[in-house]
C-alpha cells in the first residue's frame, strides 16, 4: 500500500485547461501502476484515466480521450492529468489510485487498492 495526495484542482471556465498532481510516498512508486476517477454529486465513482509502471501504456474512457493526458515522473514519484478542453460534465471530485499488480484491459475502481482523498474540480460555463 502506497500514500496518496492530489493536488491542483480549482475553478477553472469551461475550454479552460489545468493539471492535477498525486504525489506517491515511498521508495517503490515505479511499482505501481496509477490511475485518476472521478466522482460527480450523485454519480458512481468512475474510471478516467491509468498508466503503466514505466509509462509506456495508457489507457483513457472514451469521453475524455484526446482532451486529457496521464503521465508520469517516477523520479519525483508524482502522476500528472492534464485536462484541455474543460466541459462542465468533468466536474467531480478527482482522485488518484495505485495497484501493485499489472493492469487490466478495462481498469475499473475495484482494480486499484490505495486511493488519494481527492480533488475539487469545478467548471464554470
Known amino acids: 500500500q502506497v500514500q496518496l495526495v492530489e493536488s491542483g484542482g480549482r475553478l477553472v471556465q469551461a475550454g479552460g485547461s489545468l493539471r492535477l498532481s498525486c504525489a506517491a510516498s515511498?521508495?517503490?512508486?515505479?511499482?505501481?501502476?496509477m490511475g485518476w476517477f472521478r466522482q460527480a454529486p450523485g454519480k458512481e465513482r468512475e474510471f478516467v484515466a491509468a498508466?503503466?509502471?514505466?509509462?509506456?501504456?495508457?489507457y483513457y474512457t472514451h469521453s475524455v480521450k484526446g482532451r486529457f493526458t496521464i503521465s508520469r515522473d517516477n523520479a519525483k514519484n508524482t502522476v500528472y492529468l492534464q485536462m484541455n478542453s474543460l466541459k462542465p460534465e468533468d466536474m467531480a471530485v478527482y482522485y488518484c489510485a495505485a495497484r501493485s499488480e499489472l493492469l487490466p484491459l478495462f481498469p475499473s475502481v475495484s482494480d486499484f487498492g490505495s486511493w488519494g482523498q481527492g480533488t475539487q474540480v469545478t467548471v464554470s460555463s
Open positions: 498508466i503503466s509502471r514505466g509509462g509506456s501504456s495508457t
Open positions: 515511498g521508495r517503490t512508486f515505479s511499482s505501481y501502476a
